[in-house]
C-alpha cells in the first residue's frame, strides 16, 4: 500500500504515538545518493547537524522508534534543492515549494510523478532564491567546522548543540530548522520524507484564483447584510449603507452558483434563525464525514445555548461535476486539492473554455485599461519571459475586472478611471476575526484531520445575541454583531515545529531543538491536541480605509504597488471585546484544559488578515455615493464591469466567496442581456 493512502487509515494506537507524522513505520538509513550540490564533508556536517535539530534512534537512544533526520535522509532533500539551479532552464526542478509544479490535476495513484515547467517569473525568483541558500550553506557550513575547531563532523553530539546555539551559528541554525522540518514533511518526490509521511500543499496565486486552494465553506449573508442601515440603523462614524438589491433578489443567483460549483449541506439541521435570515432550499449534496474536532467544540456550542450544524461547503461529498469525492486526506485548507474533489471556480472556467468561446491568457497582467472618452477599447498587459518583459495589447467591447477588491482597485487607478463620488478605493473591509485556541490534554483531536472544519455556528451574526445589545450601547454603540463562527481546526505539523521552535528558545535558547524537540512534537500539544473556533466578524466600511497608489514603491514592472491603510474601528473593537470571553466559555464547555480566544491583529502584531477582500469599487444607483452601479458598472463609463469582491457595499458577517460568485453571476446575466 502506497504511504499515502496508509496516512489516512492508521489505527488510533499508532496515530497517538506519532512523532513527526507516521511513526511506528520501518525506518531505513540514508542509501547512499549522489550529491548535487554538496561535497562529501559538507553532506557530512549537514547530515550532523539536522540530526541534532530531529534526533533519530542513531543519534539518541530516546528516539528508538521514531524516526529522524538522517531516517528521513533530510540531507538528501538540502541537496537536492540547492543542486536544482542548474536545472531552472531545462527540467522543471523537484523543489519542495508546496507542490505547485506537481502534476495535482488528475486521479490517480501516483499523483507526483511529473512536474511542469516553471514560468519565467517563477524561474527567477527561484534562481535568486537558490544562489542565495547555496551562499549561506557555504558560509554556514564553514562556520560550524570553524566552531568545532576543523571539523565540526568530529565534534561530540553535546559540543555540537552548543555550537549550533552559538550566536555566530545562529543565522545558519535558523535556515536548517526551516529546512529540517521541510525535508521531514515534504512530498517524498521531492527528496527528503523517507519512510516517514506528509504532504504539504501551500499553492500561490494560480488560474482559478484563490479557489484553487481555500477552505470552500460557502455560508450565505443574511437578509440584514444586504440591508444594514434600513434594518439596524447607521454607526458612528462608519459609510454604512444598503446594497442596491436584497437577499431575495440573490437567492436565485445563489441557487445557480450552488448547483453549479456543488456545495454539501443539510438544511433539516440548519437554526430557524439561520433559514429564518436566510432562506434556502435542499443542498446539492448531503454532508461529508463531520471531523471529531468540529463535534467536541460543536458540543461546547451547544452546551452554552449555541446551536451549530453541518457547514456548508463547496467539497464532494460524492461524486459531482466529474469529480471524485472528498477523500479526507486533511492537507485542506491552504492546500491544493490532489484528487480535484473542491474544485469551486475552476468548475465555470472549465465549462467556459468548453464552449470554444473563452481564450485563456495565464502569466499576464493587465496593467491598464485603455479608455476613448466614456468607453473602453481594449486592455494593455504585461508578460515576463526569459528575456524579460513583453508587453502587449487587446482590444475590447467590453472589459470586466475581477482581480479581487484591492488588484482591481489599483487597476482601475492606474487607468484614471472617472470617481465622481470620490469613493474609489475607500471603504476597504477585511473582517474582523477573533481566534480561539483550546487544548484538550486528555485526549487527541486529530483536529488537523478530514476537511478543514465542519460544524459552524451563526448565532453571534445576530445583533439580539443575549448580553450584545446591552454591551454596545454602553460603549456609547447602537448596536454589535460578531460573525459566522467556525468549530474546530488546529495547525500543520510545520507550524506547530516552528512554535515549539519557539517556545523551546525562550526557556533554554542555548538549544531550541533535539531530543526534547522531538518529544513535544510527539505529545503534539498544539497540533493533535489542540482545537479552536474562529469567529468571523462583520467589518464596518469607512473611507478612510483605502487602497492607493504608492507613491515611492514600484513592483517588478515599474508600476505602483497598492498600498493600504487600515486600522481597527471602534466597532470591531467593541465587538471583539465582547465575543472573546464568549468563545473562550464555549472552548471551555467543550472539556479543554486551556482556552483562550484573541483578535487575529492580536496575533501579526496589530496587521489584518487577507483572508477575506472587499469595497474599494461600492455599488448603488447614485454615482454621487458609489464607484459602480446597481450591476458593477463602472459609473462613467459604458463597458467597464467589476465581477468581485470590491463592489461589496458592507463586508457581512459571513465568510463572502459565495455572495462574490452569486453578486458576479447576477451582474453578468445583466451585461449578457436576456
Known amino acids: 500500500m502506497r504511504r499515502r493512502a496508509v496516512i489516512g487509515a492508521i489505527p488510533a494506537a499508532v496515530a497517538s504515538a506519532a512523532v513527526l507524522g507516521v511513526e511506528g513505520c520501518t525506518s531505513s538509513s540514508s542509501t547512499a545518493r549522489v550529491l548535487g550540490f554538496f561535497t562529501s564533508h559538507q553532506a557530512a556536517v549537514v547530515g550532523d547537524a539536522t540530526a541534532r535539530i530531529a534526533p533519530g534512534p542513531a543519534d539518541d537512544p ?55 515547467a516553471l514560468d519565467p517569473v517563477a524561474r527567477i525568483a527561484w534562481r535568486r532564491r537558490l544562489q542565495g541558500w547555496q551562499q549561506e550553506y557555504r558560509r554556514g557550513i564553514a562556520t560550524l567546522d570553524k566552531l568545532a575547531g576543523g571539523d565540526f563532523t568530529k565534534a561530540s553530539r553535546a559540543k555540537q548543540d552548543k555550537i549550533l546555539a552559538m550566536p555566530a551559528a545562529s543565522s545558519f541554525t535558523s535556515l536548517l530548522f526551516e529546512h529540517t522540518i521541510e525535508g521531514m ?25 484563490g479557489t484553487v486552494h481555500w477552505d470552500a465553506k460557502v455560508p450565505r449573508f443574511w437578509d440584514i447584510d444586504f440591508q444594514p442601515l434600513s434594518a439596524l440603523g447607521p454607526v458612528p462614524g462608519a459609510d454604512l449603507a444598503d446594497w442596491p438589491f436584497s437577499y431575495a433578489d440573490l437567492a436565485p443567483y445563489y441557487d445557480e452558483v450552488e448547483t453549479l460549483i456543488g456545495v454539501q449541506g443539510d438544511v433539516t439541521t440548519m437554526p430557524a434563525a439561520v433559514l429564518e435570515h436566510a432562506p434556502r432550499g435542499p443542498f446539492s449534496m448531503p454532508p461529508g464525514p463531520q471531523q471529531r474536532s468540529s463535534l467536541v467544540v460543536a458540543a461546547g456550542a451547544t452546551a452554552i445555548g449555541m446551536h451549530p450544524f453541518a457547514y456548508p461547503m463547496a467539497i464532494n461529498s460524492v461524486p459531482y461535476n466529474d469529480q471524485y469525492a472528498c477523500n479526507d486526506c486533511g492537507f485542506c485548507s491552504g492546500y ?85 463620488s470620490g469613493k474609489l478605493g475607500r471603504r476597504l473591509m477585511l473582517h474582523s476575526f477573533i481566534d480561539g485556541t483550546a487544548i484538550f490534554t486528555e485526549e487527541r483531536m486529530h483536529a488537523y484531520r478530514g476537511r478543514s472544519v465542519t460544524q459552524c455556528a451563526q448565532d453571534t451574526c445576530d445583533p439580539d445575541f443575549p448580553g450584545a445589545r446591552a454591551f454596545a450601547r454602553a460603549h456609547g454603540l447602537p448596536y454589535i ?100 470571553p464568549v468563545m473562550k466559555k464555549l472552548l471551555t464547555a467543550a472539556g479543554a484544559a486551556v482556552a483562550l480566544a484573541v483578535p487575529a491583529t492580536t496575533d501579526s502584531g496589530g496587521l489584518p488578515t487577507g483572508f477575506h477582500i472587499m469595497g474599494g469599487m461600492m455599488m448603488g444607483a447614485d454615482p454621487r455615493s458609489s464607484v459602480t452601479d446597481t450591476y458593477g458598472r463602472v459609473h462613467g463609463l459604458d463597458n467597464v464591469y467589476i465581477a468581485d469582491g470590491s463592489v461589496f457595499v458592507t463586508s457581512g458577517a459571513h465568510n463572502p466567496t459565495n455572495t462574490i460568485m452569486a453578486v458576479a453571476l447576477r451582474n453578468m446575466r445583466h451585461l449578457a442581456g436576456p
Open 336 to 420: 491544493g486539492c490532489p484528487v480535484v474533489a473542491r474544485p469551486s471556480a475552476l468548475m465555470p472556467l472549465r465549462t467556459a473554455l468548453r464552449t470554444g468561446r473563452v481564450s485563456l491568457v495565464p502569466e499576464t497582467m493587465v496593467t491598464s485599461v485603455v479608455l476613448t472618452g466614456s468607453s473602453a477599447t481594449g486592455v494593455r498587459w504585461v508578460r515576463m519571459t526569459s528575456s524579460g518583459p513583453v508587453t502587449g495589447g487587446e482590444s475590447a467591447d467590453a472589459v470586466v475586472m475581477a482581480a479581487s477588491a484591492i488588484e482591481t482597485v489599483r487597476l482601475a487607478l492606474l487607468s484614471s478611471f472617472p470617481d465622481a
Open 62 to 116: 530516546a528516539e528508538s522508534g521514531h524516526p529522524g533526520a538522517r531516517e528521513a535522509d533530510v540531507t538528501g532533500y538540502i541537496d537536492s534543492m540547492l543542486g536544482a539551479l542548474g536545472a531552472l532552464d531545462g527540467e522543471a526542478p523537484p523543489i519542495f515549494a508546496g507542490g505547485p509544479w506537481s502534476n495535482r490535476h488528475t486521479s490517480g495513484p501516483d499523483l507526483m510523478a511529473r512536474f511542469a
Open 185 to 209: 514533511y515534504a512530498a517524498p518526490e521531492y527528496g527528503g520524507n523517507r519512510n516517514l509521511a506528509g504532504s504539504v500543499d501551500d499553492l500561490p496565486q494560480v488560474v482559478g484564483g
Open 481 to 580: 454583531r460578531g460573525g459566522n463562527m467556525e468549530l474546530g481546526g488546529s495547525q500543520d505539523p510545520i507550524a506547530e515545529g516552528q512554535s515549539y521552535q519557539t517556545l523551546l528558545g525562550y526557556v533554554r535558547s542555548s538549544r531550541p531543538f533535539g531530543t526534547e524537540f522531538k518529544q513535544l512534537m510527539r505529545s503534539s500539544i498544539l497540533r493533535d491536541r489542540l482545537a479552536g473556533c474562529q469567529l468571523i466578524g462583520n467589518d464596518l466600511p469607512y473611507l478612510d480605509h483605502t487602497v492607493t497608489l504608492d507613491p515611492t514603491v514600484n513592483d517588478v514592472f515599474g508600476l505602483p504597488v497598492a498600498r493600504i491603510t487600515w486600522s481597527t474601528g471602534k466597532y470591531e473593537q467593541v465587538a471583539q471585546e465582547f465575543y472573546v
